[in-house]
């Protein structure tokens, strides 16, 4: 920036202000009220940093409402969704990678702590096992925890049908049933089973409308 410093400055015309910063400050402005980080001065040190290394910053795509009963630094789809832009582009992510990014995601520490070792993650995590267990934190059984995973994973619109490949789905939906530990092997194959028949049907796609429908076997025990 040229601005002069030698005298006093005595009119608008010797400040000389760069072309790009209103949109900059336009765009810091959007993505902060979408946001609605807890630590505004912390989440905007990540926002310019990662705008600076050229990287996606943290900022969720639209506004969400918190409820009565949300918490601090609770886990929300806007924020898995957040981050799944940051971090999608890798199978592995490393560990030190993911808490930076979750902390500026302004998400419970204590919570990370316990999807790390619920998954047995070490060093780095497998993005999309690491994804599914936090959809399955946040919702209540393994079908709507599913539904968010093909809600984050699908490049539908959203609204859409949320659909995602079968063999994406089947490995997302193994490794939570390995984590669940009641879910059988034979429902997990007559799962597939049912799917494949709809996949054919769909270029190979599955979403929620197949898997939520009364002709297919449960994915869980609910």
Sequence with gaps: MDVQTEGPIYCAEQIKIPPELPDILKQFTKAAIRTQPNDLLEWSHSYFKALADGDVPPMKQRLEIPT?????????????????????????????????????????????????????????????????????????????????VCEILSPDPEGGAARISLDMFMARYRFLAHIDGEISKERIEAVENYLQNDSGRQGDQVGPANFTHSDCPKLGGE
């Design 68 to 148: 009565s009963d949300s918490k601090k630094g609770a886990i929300t789809k806007g924020a898995l969704a957040m981050l799944h832009k940051q971090l999608g582009g890798k199978e592995r992510v490393a560990s030190q990678d993911l808490e930076e990014k979750w902390k500026a995601a302004g998400l419970s520490q204590q919570q990370l702590e316990d999807l790390i070792a619920l998954g047995d993650f070490q060093d780095e995590v497998v993005w999309l096992d690491f994804l599914s267990l936090a959809c399955s934190a946040l919702e209540k059984n393994i079908v709507a925890a599913m539904t968010r």
